[in-house]
Each structure stands twice: as C-alpha cells, then as structure tokens.
C-alpha cells in the first residue's frame, strides 16, 4: 500500500503546527493524499491566521484553536502531534482508554503517530543517518546535509532527506518522493529515542554528539542502537564510545572515535570554540563514509556559518559583548557556551525559562568559574530551580522580570572587556512563544542600548 492509499480517506486530527509553523507542509501533504484533515491547536486563531488561511486554501476541512476537544479526538482514525504536545498529555486521555479497551469493545484503534515516527512505518528501505545528543546536533545537520548532498549530486542514484523537527520543510511530506535506497538524514530530540526505539529502527549511521539525556531512554542512553548491525556505524568521541561499550546495551557497528583535529587547522574552519571544531569533526566522519573527498569537505567547512541563536555576537556596547545563545535549553549547552567565551570569569549569564525536568547541579557547580553575574528570567523552571540557584556560591544573582530588563541590568553590572551570554537554560513558553522568539526578544534589547 502506498502512503496516499493509507491516507485517502482517513480522518486525521493535527495536534499543534509547531512554534513556526513546521507542521504545515505535513498538512499539506495529508490533505493532497486525500485525508480528511483537522487541526487542534492551543494557540490563538489570530497568531495562526497565516498558516490556516493558506491551509483552508489547499482544502482543509476544519480547525480549532485556543482548546483541544478531547472528545473530538476519539472521531479520528489517526492523531498525528507536533513536539509542543507529548504523548501523555492529558487531552489524549479518552484515546489512551479507547485504545485499552479497543479490542474488546470491536473497535479499532486510534493511531497517535509523531510525523517522524509515522513516515518510518510507510517510508520504503532508506538508509538513516541519525544525530544525537543532548546539544550540537543543529550544527551537525548544518554541516552534514551539504555535504550529503555533494555525495548524491556527485555519485547519482541516491536522494537526500533531512527531517528535522525544528525545519518547516516537514517529515511526511518526504514521501511523495523518498524511493528505496535514499539517504534519510535526521535529527533525533531525546523524545524520539524510545519511539524509534519501540518501532525496532536504529540509525544505520548513528552520530552522538554526547550521551543522551536521562528520561529518554529505558534501559540504557543507547539502547537506540539495539537494531544495528555489523555493517553500521557508531560515530563519536572517544568518551562517548567509551561510555557506550560500558554499558547494557553493546553496539554491533562499527565504531569510529572522532577528535577536533580530524578537521586539518589550515582548512579555515571559522567555528566558535572548540565544541564546533568537534561537531564539524562528526559531520566530516559520517560524510567520509558515504565517500565524500577531502576536497568537497574542505569547501563545505570554508563556506559554513554559524547557526543562528547559538554563540551567536550581536553587538558590542561600550566594550561589553552580547552573545545570543536562545536555542541553549540544558545545563550542557549552558555550560558548553560559558567555558568557550568566559575569560577569568569575565561572564555574565542570563537564564531562566520553562521547565524540561533536567538536572542543573552540576551546572551550578560550575558557573562560578566563567561567571561573576547570573541575571535570573521567570518561568516554571525558573521557580522549580529557584532553591538550588540560590546556592550558587561566589556570584551576585539578580531577578529580571523580562529579558529587555535582564539586557539593561546586565549592561548596568558589566565591567570592561565583559561577555553578557544570554544561554537560558531553559525551555520556552508563556510570553516568550518559542526559542526563536525569545531570541528575537534579546537581539531587540541589545541593539536598543
């Protein structure tokens, strides 16, 4: 059965477009293949008012907005859900029970299927190339999609590609034209690990750019891998294998131990400290694999930019330099950005947002040597936190009630020669929209100085 015979006909509810709008090419593709689609999103119809008005155009038959009905729900075939919305949200209750009961009651089962997880089960054989870890895979997938490319373009017979969950050019929209034999490039959140997990699929190249999360995994950070064989391959820093031969789950790939200096210091990478150096080194491994010359890698790393929203420098005010770093959502990633620009904690650090559930102790432990300052934004991870930020020793620790105010009080506290980071920590929600907007927020504030 091909993907459109699957949709035609099938009542299908999308829960959540995305922070920007990267569930609408997915729509799309649902409403061309003949579903009979509806979208549910908590969002107000006035901030989706772009999206739906192009969507009604291509033929969608209803939407809601500001609530999710649970009881519209339970009249869909499948529910396909953004990455706002998990799967144990309460609004999925009454499906989670029909589902329970479905046999006995004669009834069939109500799909609840991630873009991602959906297109793998209706995808024919592709060859996966997977970037994981808890921070870096955006710089990754920005390194190693063109050279991917390259490979495709330069050998025939193979087309790339890239899911990703923060890219609006969607997942199931990919298979009107995915053929057998095709390059799949992904980038895994943490919250796909155990669903792909579930659905027996591991990378055939799996990239690690650390050790995944807590709450990701059941048994074991790489149990991802538990479906590779002989013929795939684990690429990583040495203690990153190392840690994955330590444990439960014992990978049959091959592994390949990556350094910074497998990207020669003469080829003019321009990264951001060292974690860039690292990540390219990733990329440039995987991209070998599919016979990628030195010569187009070379090219590919000259010709890189940094990403957006990442160590990102806005502007420098009275010898004071302001550093974006919105897409920073765990202590890693914080972490990673304070030892790369801190010089005897010259730092100021802004964070604060919406609860993840992560671990912030070591974190903590650590921000007193880049640090002198820690500007504190609200939110629910924010107040979760609030006790243990207080025991940060040996820096001043000051509340901002929003991010223009957090911008004004850093610049009133910043010596000469000072880097403020703004690297919340956090996730994002409430006032701030999404990663992107809160990003926005900061860029605003600076250059208003």
Avoid at 155 to 173: M, R, V, W
Avoid at 233 to 250: C, H, K, N, P, T
Avoid at 387 to 398: M, W
Wanted: glycine share 8%; with cysteine; hydrophobic share 40%.
């Amino acid at each position: 059965m091909s993907s459109r015979d699957y949709f035609k006909g099938k009542r299908i509810a999308v829960v959540g477009l995305g922070a920007h709008g990267e569930m609408v090419e997915d729509v799309k593709y649902l409403i061309k293949a003949g579903a009979w689609v509806s979208i549910y999103d908590l969002k107000s119809e006035a901030r989706l008012k772009d999206d739906l008005v192009f969507l009604r155009s291509v033929g969608l038959a209803n939407y809601v907005c500001g609530s999710i009905p649970p009881e519209d729900l339970l009249d869909m075939d499948v529910i396909v859900l953004s990455h706002e919305y998990p799967r144990d949200s309460s609004f999925l209750k009454g499906i989670r029970m029909h589902n329970d009961h479905a046999e006995e009651n004669n009834k069939k089962k109500i799909a609840i299927e991630y873009p991602e997880t959906l297109f793998f089960k209706l995808a024919p054989p592709v060859t996966l190339v997977g970037v994981m870890g808890p921070c870096g895979k955006s710089t990754i997938m920005s390194i190693l999609g063109p050279m991917l490319e390259h490979v495709c373009k330069e050998h025939g017979g193979q087309s790339l590609f890239t899911i990703d969950t923060e890219s609006s050019d969607g997942s199931l929209a990919h298979l009107k034209k995915a053929k057998s034999g095709d390059i799949v490039l992904m980038r895994i959140p943490d919250v796909l690990l155990a669903d792909l997990h579930a659905m027996r699929i591991s990378p055939h190249v799996a990239v690690f750019t650390g050790v995944p999360g807590k709450g990701s995994y059941t048994a074991s950070p790489f149990e991802i891998l538990a479906h590779q064989t002989y013929n795939n391959f684990l690429i990583a820093s040495d203690e990153v294998i190392d840690i994955a031969r330590s444990g439960s789950v014992q990978p049959r790939a091959k592994m390949l131990r990556t350094k910074p200096s497998l990207v020669p210091a003469d080829w003019g990478f321009m990264g951001r400290g060292s974690h860039d150096r690292s990540n390219a080194a990733l990329a440039f491994q995987a991209g070998k694999l599919f016979k990628l010359d030195d010569d187009a890698a070379r090219g590919i790393l000259n010709e890189w930019k940094a990403l957006k929203g990442r160590l990102e420098l806005i502007k420098k005010v009275r010898n004071v330099e302001f550093y974006n770093d919105t897409m920073a959502t765990i202590p890693d990633a914080v972490l990673a950005g304070l030892s790369t620009l801190s010089e005897s904690r010259n730092a100021i650090l802004i964070i604060g947002g919406s609860d993840m559930g992560h671990d912030y102790r070591s974190l903590y432990a650590e921000i007193p040597k880049y640090a002198h300052t820690v500007i504190i934004l609200p939110g629910s991870g924010t107040i979760r936190q609030r006790a243990l930020i207080e025991t940060i020793a040996g820096v001043t620790l000051v509340a901002a009630p929003s991010i223009d105010e957090a911008v004004r009080t850093s610049i009133e506290r910043a010596q000469k020669g000072d880097k403020v980071l703004f690297s919340p920590g956090f996730g994002a929600g409430g006032v701030d929209g999404s990663k992107k907007e809160r990003g926005e927020k900061f860029v605003r504030a600076v250059r208003n100085l």
